[in-house]
């Protein structure tokens, strides 16, 4: 079985630029996951999404912060305009439902972000 | 709040010796509980995790926890470190109820440094 797909793996910008990021979940995961990870600091959740409806996003800064999945598989966050503070590691996760084991999550490798 | 805490951003042992890193929750209800590991450039791998049932629970790498309601504790132990085992450590518990429902809360790290 493949694992949660993210590309790229890495990415530099300037601030003030616009970066996007992409995530392809396991195959028949529902629930899809975008969590920022600043170094030094555990994930934290961005936004979650049931197929293709968003869950939760409180915590999404959606001034500059969007996030899709149109098609209830794969995702694309987006940060436009970039800040210094935005540089971090973007990790997409999905879990299975419930009735199949859907209590753990899975975790893709990543998006390291720097904004210089 | 609900929160984890994880005692000591840093921990440092010899090859061979106990390991064992920290984990305090707060919650009202019991949790469901995980550790993650993190190796350099890499996502979130579940080591062991605590739903109901038994109090001690087995990971992989020879990893295991004990869940202790009246210490509202979720320690990670290993009983000889492998310099394998270097690693960037997550403990995380799910919400039960409320906004927190469903959502994973990480505690913010423990870097594990094994030497020989």
């Known amino acids: 079985e493949a694992g949660v797909a993210q590309s790229p793996r890495y990415k530099i910008i300037e601030k003030r630029q616009s970066v996007a990021f992409w995530c392809n979940p396991i195959s028949g995961h529902a629930t899809l996951y975008w969590y920022q990870q600043i170094l030094g600091q555990g994930p934290k959740l961005l936004i979650q999404f049931q197929n293709n409806g968003v869950v939760d996003d409180s915590q999404l800064p959606k001034d500059r912060f969007s996030a899709e999945r149109l098609k209830g598989v794969d995702s694309t966050l987006k940060i436009q305009p970039a800040k210094l503070e935005d540089s971090a590691v973007y990790l997409c996760?999905?879990?299975?439902?419930?009735?199949?084991?859907?209590?753990?999550?899975?975790f893709g490798p990543g998006t390291r972000l720097t904004v210089l | 709040a609900q929160s984890v805490t994880q005692l000591g951003s840093h921990v440092s042992v010899s090859e061979g010796a106990l390991v064992l890193l920290r984990c305090n929750y707060s919650s009202s209800v019991p949790p469901y509980l995980f550790w993650y590991v993190q190796y350099p450039n890499q996502g979130l791998q579940l080591l062991l995790k605590?739903?109901?049932?038994?109090?001690l629970v087995k990971g992989i790498n020879g990893f295991e926890a004990e869940f202790k309601k009246s210490e509202t504790s979720f320690h990670l132990t290993k009983p000889s470190a492998h310099m394998s085992d270097a690693a960037e450590y997550f403990c995380?518990?799910?919400?039960?109820?409320?906004?927190?429902?469903?959502?994973?809360?990480f505690g913010q790290g423990t870097i594990l440094t094994v030497h020989p």
């Open positions: 605590y739903t109901t049932g038994a109090t």
């Open positions: 996760a999905s879990k299975p439902r419930w009735d199949r084991g859907g209590d753990e999550q899975f």
């Open positions: 995380a518990r799910l919400g039960a109820g409320g906004t927190s429902y469903g959502k994973l809360t």
